[in-house]
């Protein structure tokens, strides 16, 4: 966890951070490497990605057989990220689709360039992109604000020696619980609903949960992180504490913009 020298110890247990292990996670290279995670096979970006994606549906399973001694790659991490996050904002595009396809109708003839321009610019102000930009925003700012009050959290706790890239790895592969909220929200966006004038106040509401749920899963699996991979003596209080001071945060911020925009 802290990259001490353990060599010449006799007890698999590191007396800088006080992490305890097994040796044969040090000793065996075949342990080195993950199967599949993202960070540990950039041959095979697309595959590795989605096998990433699909083994976080099982945080247990997914924290107890990724290893502290199994090397981080910061770079690898920020670019699994930076994909999460980008894709997240599929929902946003879908009801900018959708409501071109809307106002479709209002226009004669064959669709042009200049058309179809003033129909995404029309489009762009009659649809819920605002706010739905705004919660696609929350959950990756909410695991930015994690990752700091995680680092604040650790040095009141004197465990500052612990290298932060643990703490980064347990947060980026928490986060991509935003990637599904996204595309949950471009289906809703996409699937046809049956009042027409509530269409709009439907999908600001299933928006809504979807990123309340990304929200609590993201600290769920962030609880499994730290009880099996960083192998905290109360994991789960140590979570929830930060959870509080973000949600306190997050709770503020989007109260000034609401006040903001009245």
Same mark, same amino acid.
């Given at each position: 966890m802290c990259g001490y020298n353990l060599r010449g110890l006799i007890d698999p247990r590191c007396p800088e951070?006080?992490?305890?292990?097994?040796?044969?996670?040090?000793?065996?290279?075949?342990?080195? /490497?993950?199967?599949? +995670?993202?960070?540990?096979?950039?041959?095979?970006?697309?595959?590795?990605?989605? #096998?990433?994606?699909? @083994? %976080?549906?099982?945080?247990?399973?997914?924290?107890?057989?990724?290893?502290?001694?199994?090397?981080?790659?910061?770079?690898?991490?920020?670019?699994?990220?930076?994909?999460?996050? /980008?894709?997240?904002? +599929?929902?946003?595009?879908?009801?900018?689709?959708?409501?071109?396809?809307?106002? #479709?109708?209002?226009? @004669? %003839?064959?669709?042009t360039l200049e058309i179809w321009k003033e129909m995404l610019q029309l489009a762009w102000q009659e649809s819920r992109v605002g706010p739905l930009a705004v919660m696609a925003l929350i959950p990756p700012a909410w695991a930015l604000l994690t990752y700091w009050t995680m680092m604040i959290f650790g040095t009141s706790m004197h465990i500052a020696k612990v290298n932060p890239s643990h703490v980064f790895r347990c947060v980026v592969y928490c986060l991509d619980v935003c990637l599904w909220c996204g595309l949950f929200v471009a289906i809703a966006a996409l699937l046809p609903m049956s009042a027409v004038n509530s269409r709009d106040g439907m999908l600001l509401v299933l928006a809504g949960w979807a990123t309340t749920m990304a929200v609590l899963l993201f600290a769920y699996r962030m609880c499994q992180a730290y009880r099996l991979y960083m192998r905290f003596r109360h994991p789960i209080a140590t979570v929830v504490a930060t959870q509080i001071i973000v949600a306190l945060v997050v709770v503020n911020v989007l109260l000034f913009w609401i006040v903001s925009r009245r």
């Open positions: 951070c006080g992490f305890t292990f097994l040796w044969v996670e040090l000793l065996d290279p075949s342990r080195w /490497v993950h199967p599949y +995670v993202f960070e540990h096979h950039p041959r095979h970006n697309v595959w590795s990605f989605f #096998r990433t994606l699909i @083994g %976080g549906l099982r945080p247990g399973r997914f924290w107890d057989s990724l290893m502290p001694s199994q090397p981080s790659h910061p770079g690898r991490l920020r670019l699994y990220c930076a994909i999460v996050v /980008v894709l997240s904002f +599929v929902g946003l595009v879908a009801e900018l689709v959708a409501t071109t396809v809307e106002i #479709r109708p209002r226009y @004669g %003839g064959p669709a």
